[in-house]
């Protein structure tokens, strides 16, 4: 089975071309460049499933269905189900979880049957919280590290020119300060859910997974064992086409 993977978050698009599970192609597209996808699809095989993961505004999605008509092919956009592929998900409305948060749960689930921390930094970052049971207790939403910055410039005065920034305990200039409190932030609330999740469950959580654009800045922070998964998304979307398949 040929398989097109598509995740289409809020900055860049990434997707996947697989043949019976195994990842033939892969790439990234920033949100303003998609009309380079026509080029890059149509130079693949016609794929027999087409899954999206679409977090993002209303215009991508037309520009996203326009671009899959160069197959004749219906594409399967993912809504998150109550139950699939071993997963339970705990949402109030399961429909408004995020088809990427729910991807990267099924995926988690299904590499370690394991209890979880889920953790993506993209745009924005989720730490996603998954029971040895295979249930999606939860999980929160922060801004993530470039959108913390922006936002920070956008809401004072200060004017962050200089690149040169490194991280600080106690940092002593502008750049350091912003940088590491960015860090800090992030890291400090996958600490905290993590503390959380051992005094509410009463076990510690067996496995960190740390998956999305911004990754890389935080693992010299951290502090506990994690596994880095580079395509998470992709990997549950697959799970979920295969699944999808069978019913
Ligand atoms: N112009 C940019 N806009 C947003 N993020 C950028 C930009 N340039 C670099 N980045 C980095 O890329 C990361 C975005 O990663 P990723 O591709 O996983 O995000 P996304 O899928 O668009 O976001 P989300 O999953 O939150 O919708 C950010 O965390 C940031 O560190
Ligand atoms: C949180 C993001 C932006 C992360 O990409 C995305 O999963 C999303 O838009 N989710 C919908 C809201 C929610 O998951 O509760």
Known sequence: MYCLAVDSGNSFLKWAFFKNGRK?????????????????????????????????????????????????????????LPKQCGVINNYTDPKQLGSDRWAALIASWNKFHESCLVVNVGTAQTIDVLSRDGVFLGG????GPYTLKNSIQFATQINLKNDNYCYQNFPTNT????????????????ERTMRLFQ???GYSIKHCLISGGGHAELLPHLEFKYTVIENLVLDGMLLIAQDTERT
């Open 175 to 190: 750049t350091d300060a912003i940088y590491s409190g960015i860090i800090d932030a992030l890291v400090g609330s996958i």
């Open 24 to 80: 033939l192609a892969l790439n990234t597209v920033c949100n303003r460049e998609l009309h380079q996808l026509d080029t890059d699809w149509r130079s693949l095989r016609q794929p027999d499933t087409i899954i999206v993961s679409h977090v993002s505004g209303h215009d991508i999605q037309i520009q996203l269905a326009q671009l899959f008509k160069i197959w004749n092919i219906q594409p399967y956009w993912i809504e998150p």
């Open 140 to 143: 929160i939403i922060v801004p």
């Open 199 to 201: 005094q509410y469950q």
